[in-house]
C-alpha cells in the first residue's frame, strides 16, 4: 500500500510540473492583441496629384486618396503573396486592385496643398487582409456581367457619370484591356481624360492599349505625359522601352 502511495504522488508531482511548463512557455494573448487577424497589414503611404484646372475639392481629394490606397494595395498584394494568402489574378490583376481600393479602411494622417497650391499631398495609414482582395474579386465579377449587356454603342459612347468613383471608373478600362476590346478601352480613358485631365493612371492605361495595337508613338506620349504627372511606373516605363529605330527614348525630349 505504501508503494501504491509512492506512485501516485510521484505521478502526481510529474503532471503539476508538466502543467507548470504548459503554462509557463505558452505566451499569453491580450484581447487588443486578438482583435486583429493575423492577415491584416498595417501600412503608411502618402501620395501627390497635381490639381487639374477646374478641378473641385471633392474630386482632387478623390484622386489623391485613390492613389494613396493603391500604394497600400500593391505592398499588401505583394506581402501576402508571399505568404500564400494570396492568389495570383494574372491578367485580372489592375482592376482587381483598383477595386480593392474601395474595400480598404484607411484614415487620414495629413492632407494639404503644397506648390503654391497646385498639388494635393496626403498621408494615409490603412489596414489591408486577403478579404479585401476577395471582395473586390467579387465586385470585378459582377461588374463584368453587368458589361455584357452594353451594347456596342453603349461601349462607344460610354456615358461617364457626375459621381467621382476613380477606382471603379478605372478597372472597367482595364477589363476592356484584359477582354483585348483595345480601342473601347482607348475611347472609355479618353472619356475619362476630359473627367480626369490630370490623372496620371489613365494615360498609363492607354499606352497599354496603344501598344497592343502597334501605336507606339501614341503609346510613348501617353506614358510621357503620365511620367510629368508623377507616375513613377510610367518614367520606369520609358526609361526602359526603346523605339523601333533602336535608339533610347528621352524622357524629357525637345
Not at 19 to 29: H, Q
Not at 87 to 96: L, V
Not at 170 to 192: C, G, N, T, V
Request: overall charge neutral; glycine content about 4%; some cysteine.
Amino acid at each position: 500500500m505504501g508503494r501504491m502511495n509512492e506512485v501516485k504522488m510521484r505521478r502526481k508531482i510529474m503532471i503539476t510540473c508538466f502543467l507548470s511548463a504548459i503554462f509557463f512557455f505558452v505566451p499569453k494573448i491580450s484581447p487588443a492583441e486578438n482583435d486583429k487577424n493575423d492577415e491584416t497589414l498595417e501600412i503608411v503611404t502618402a501620395y501627390t496629384y497635381q490639381i487639374a484646372p477646374g478641378d473641385s475639392q471633392k474630386k482632387y481629394e478623390a484622386l489623391g486618396l485613390f492613389g494613396a490606397k493603391y500604394k497600400a494595395v500593391v505592398l499588401a498584394a505583394k506581402y501576402l503573396s508571399h505568404k500564400g494568402l494570396l492568389e495570383n489574378y494574372g491578367k485580372r490583376q489592375k482592376e482587381i486592385f483598383c477595386l480593392a481600393v474601395n474595400e480598404l479602411k484607411s484614415a487620414v494622417v495629413e492632407k494639404k496643398l503644397i506648390d503654391n497650391g497646385s498639388s494635393f499631398y496626403i498621408k494615409i495609414k490603412t489596414e489591408v487582409d486577403s478579404l479585401d482582395f476577395i471582395r473586390a474579386e467579387i465586385k470585378d465579377l459582377e461588374l463584368e456581367k453587368d458589361e455584357k449587356n452594353f451594347s456596342l454603342q453603349d461601349k462607344m459612347e460610354q456615358h461617364i457619370s457626375k459621381s467621382i468613383d476613380p477606382a471603379q471608373e478605372l478597372s472597367r478600362a482595364f477589363r476592356y484591356i484584359r477582354k483585348m476590346q483595345w480601342r473601347i478601352a482607348i475611347i472609355d480613358l479618353e472619356h475619362l481624360e476630359r473627367k480626369y485631365p490630370n490623372w496620371s493612371e489613365i494615360y498609363l492605361a492607354k499606352a497599354i492599349a496603344f501598344y497592343a495595337i502597334h501605336e507606339i508613338q501614341s503609346m510613348m506620349d501617353a506614358l510621357k505625359t503620365s511620367c510629368a504627372l508623377g507616375n513613377r511606373e510610367a518614367c520606369e516605363d520609358i526609361e526602359g522601352l526603346i523605339q523601333s529605330d533602336k535608339k533610347e527614348i528621352k524622357l524629357n525630349p525637345e
